[in-house]
């Protein structure tokens, strides 16, 4: 069981029948009247957000949610289809059940998939991801110090903002939350 006072971004919770995420939430007090908890919460199943609020103390159900180590095969159109290592049974989820985590993985990748009553939802990818530019304009010699930054196209084709003297072929770290450019990864 989770109460409305042990709420924090990330935390799950059931409610109506489905698994939800919190994705952010705010305690309100008003008057003489009770506390009311507005929310942000992600239904796992169907991907959609939605606002609610609650009672301060209500509580729910925690949802029965496994996670499984797999490996990303490659996508044909819409799906995205991903192997269990450990029994090697292939399976496939649809771009609207990844979300945005469709910018981050790239073949062979490892993943937490996250399963409710066995069926499959979403992915969990790492916090930080190293990805190619594909696509951005030349660096030149001396453009090191500025910090100012550039766009480039990675090879799952993410856009994000890199400094100048990065070129195509550089590999990168990128922060999955936040979507941003961290570091160059050596070679």
């Known amino acids: 069981m989770i109460s409305t006072n042990e709420f924090r971004k990330g935390a799950k919770m059931e409610h ?9 939430f705010q305690h309100t007090k008003i008057g003489r009247g009770g506390a009311i908890v507005r929310t942000k919460i992600k239904n796992l199943r169907t991907g959609s957000i939605v606002e609610e609020a609650f009672k301060g103390g209500e509580k729910f159900e925690t949802p029965n949610l496994d996670e499984k180590n797999m490996q990303y095969l490659y996508n044909q ?5 991903f192997m269990d290592t450990q029994n090697y049974e292939q399976f496939s989820l649809t771009a609207e059940q990844l979300g945005d985590n469709i910018k981050f993985i790239k073949e062979n990748m490892e993943v937490k998939v996250l399963y409710y009553h066995e069926t499959p939802l979403t992915v969990q990818v790492p916090m ?25 196209t990675l090879e799952t084709g993410l856009m994000v903002k890199v400094p100048f003297h990065l070129n195509e072929g550089d590999v990168i770290r990128v922060d999955t939350r936040t979507s941003e450019y961290m570091e160059r990864v050596k070679s």
């Open 128 to 152: 930080f991801v190293e990805l190619k530019i594909v696509k951005t304009s030349p660096g030149f010699k001396g453009d090191t110090a500025s910090g100012s930054s550039k766009p480039a």
């Open 77 to 81: 159109g819409d799906m995205y289809f």
């Open 16 to 24: 109506k029948g489905d698994p939800y995420e919190i994705i952010d």
